[in-house]
């Protein structure tokens, strides 16, 4: 079982910075194998991917939406992956959640039904 915990959430003003950190735990969870993922979800609307990481930290991919102002990184010997999200707009206010695939390699995913664990969410309110 993996346990996912995120953090950071909160109110900011639009083209604002924030930076959201997840971290993970679980019994035989080797966190530097397992490729990691960011969604959100905004009322109303479906779950979407937002970013995703392999399980080194060399290589990222997001959404057009988001590319160019939000960042994911991980730190390994922390078991913790972070989003950086800045230029923040309305739009991206949502519930942000963090994920991890079921089991370890090096591919990552942009489909929800990719990922097996979630975390709870924290959410994100952008003031215009």
């Known amino acids: 079982q993996v346990q996912l915990v995120e953090s950071g959430g909160g109110l900011v003003q639009a083209g604002g910075s924030l930076r959201l950190s997840c971290a993970a735990s679980g019994r035989a969870f080797v966190f530097n194998t397992y490729a990691m993922g960011w969604f959100r979800q905004a009322p109303g609307k479906d779950r979407e991917f937002v970013g995703t990481i392999n399980p080194s930290g060399s290589s990222t991919y997001y959404a057009d939406s988001v590319n160019g102002r939000f960042t994911i990184s991980r730190d390994n010997a922390k078991n913790t992956v972070y989003l950086q999200m800045s230029g923040l707009k309305p739009e991206d206010a949502a519930v942000y959640y963090c994920?991890?695939?079921?089991?370890?390699?090096?591919?990552?995913?942009?489909?929800?039904?990719?990922?097996?664990?979630w975390g709870q969410g924290t959410p994100v309110t952008v003031s215009s």
């Open positions: 994920a991890t695939i079921r089991s370890p390699g090096n591919n990552y995913y942009t489909t929800v039904r990719s990922y097996a664990y």
